[in-house]
């Protein structure tokens, strides 16, 4: 265990220490729009944040996954069928693990597209970008027509526009495809960062909409001096774009699309859902909860980056080096995630009345206890998908992907139903959902993995 530890600690803490700055940046949010707006106003507002990632994820269309490559093709001059076998799936596979770290917080099933990224063209950046461009300029035409049907809540979503904006100046292709995922990590810290600083001093009424706004402000001037620094040092090369390259373009990236989609899916259906179906107090409660999970994911995924390295390896030198890596690894995850929520459960009372500033405090640390081993069923799962990706079974991962969605459609259609016989939907049943779903999750995977002991 020791020289496990020796091997994954170092590339976890500087995969993870930054990542982590960065999701307390954004917790530290959650007090300060709670006893500036109230706590049914911030459930709105990580609403739309999270709808926001569902159309950062049609804006990005793909391209942080087939982009890195076909940049790094470009910048060589060779073909994207080029590399060897191996080398070409070992880097698919970790662009995909940062991929996801970087952008929805998901686990490691969004590689299942990782096929389509192996045999990406060699995309231009200016051809990436005008597509962003061109899918940011029609998300923003549909919150505009969401405004005259809706104001309310189509205030929120147009206050993600800024963060939408982001994504598309998001340099994550160039960071990726030239080996400089610190610079990155720092760009995102910073932006985060300047954000905060942006709500703190200039938000000071109870519009929560302009919230998001702000952080993606700050965002923007970071990834704006980013592009510009490297234009002045002369790292940028622009093509002409053309309306066949375009399409091409959409073609090849569509099944990474879907596939993300539905990754995301998965995990913020049920949100969306008690947002229809439960009174403002129940969303602002689960909407905390979920944004706590989203924090611990995001975790795991870096030290799910941290393990890639090592677990490609022993995978190649044979079952038994890789099913007693494994085991330990599981050993240590597990260990790691009781303490976690054994923290949670003990801390959840003064935990609940930092981010709570006083607005049902008693609910909230009630539902902190009833998630706090949701992370440690997601920690269960993450070898079982490095397990598939090593094994190259993308169609089998889509295929998962596509049963886990189905499933959690139908519990969220459970809800609607419990809302239309008229009973209540309280705080508990959308975590103890969550808890549920996690579960099944596991089942799926440790059902469709090979090595079963």
Partial sequence: MIQVLKHILPNFFRLGLIQLFSIVLQFLLIPLVISRAGIEE??????????????????NYGTNQSGPLALSKSASGSEPDSLPASDSDSLTASKQEQLSASES????????????????????????????????LLVSMLFSLFYFI???????????????????????????????????????????????LLVYYCWNHAAAYWVNAYVGAGLLIVFSFFWGYEAYRGHLRWEPVSIKAITELGRTNFPLLLSNLLVHLQQSLVLYSIGAVAGASVLGIYAIIDK?????????????????????????????????????????LAFGMLLTALALVVGANPLAVFLARGADEQLLTMAIRLAALVPLFTSLNLLNVLELILEKRFVLLNKINFYIFSVVSLFCLALFGLRWMHVEILFWMPVALLFLIEVITLLFYEKNRHHTR
């Fill in 42 to 59: 911030n459930g709105k507002l990580l609403t739309a944040l999270s709808i926001s990632v569902l159309f950062s994820i049609l804006i």
């Fill in 105 to 136: 917080g998901s686990l490691p099933a969004s590689q299942s597209g990782a096929d389509a990224v192996r045999l990406a063209p060699p995309f231009s950046i200016g051809l990436l970008q005008t597509m962003r461009l061109i899918l940011f």
């Fill in 150 to 196: 809706e104001q309310d809540f189509s205030l929120f979503l147009i206050g993600t526009l800024p963060i939408l904006l982001a994504e598309v100046l998001n340099p994550y292709m160039v960071c990726i495809s030239s080996d400089r995922l610190r610079v990155l990590a720092w760009l995102n810290f910073f932006g985060r960062l300047m954000g905060f």
């Fill in 292 to 332: 706590l999970i989203w924090g611990s994911r995001m975790i795991l995924i870096s030290f799910s980056g941290a393990v890639f390295a090592r677990a490609l390896f022993l995978y190649k030198e044979g079952q038994a080096s890789w099913l007693l890596f494994r085991q330990k690894i599981n050993r240590l």
